[in-house]
Nanobody, 124 residues
Framework: QVQLVESGGGLVQAGASLRLSCAAS????????MAWFRQAPGKEREFVAA???????YYADSVKGRFTVSRGNVRNTVYLQMNTLKPEDTAIYYC??????????????????WGQGTQVTVSS
């Protein structure tokens, strides 16, 4: 049984940093594209960042230069380092695993496994 468990969310002030973690079980995360999505109230789920099996990384324009996705030294762990947080980053953040083609890496339906989400709230 595949499980993705996110942690590390919280309430911070604008300009602060947070690091989200995603612990995967039931799969070997290195064999998958691991991605982060987020969903704010009343909005659709949107792509944030992804790391492919070859460690190439991809980012939404809104987070490029502020967020970094990486694979951890702990097996089957993926991180999202978020710096210079803004109030518009407030959302539930989800970890996902899948094998999308590169052109579809930002599409939620391309990911078959999802975590339960972790809340990130950034106050102004």
């Amino acid at each position: 049984q595949v499980q993705l468990v996110e942690s590390g969310g919280g309430l911070v002030q604008a300009g602060a940093s947070l690091r989200l973690s995603c612990a995967a079980s039931g799969i070997t995360s290195n064999d998958y594209t691991m991605a982060w999505f987020r969903q704010a109230p009343g909005k659709e789920r949107e792509f944030v960042a992804a790391i492919r099996y070859n460690s190439h990384t991809y980012y939404a324009d809104s987070v490029k230069g502020r967020f970094t996705v990486s694979r951890g030294n702990v097996r089957n762990t993926v991180y999202l380092q978020m710096n210079t947080l803004k109030p518009e980053d407030t959302a539930i953040y989800y970890c996902a695993a899948g094998r999308p083609i590169l052109s579809a890496i930002r599409d939620p339906p391309m990911y078959g496994y999802w975590g339960q989400g972790t809340q990130v709230t950034v106050s102004s």
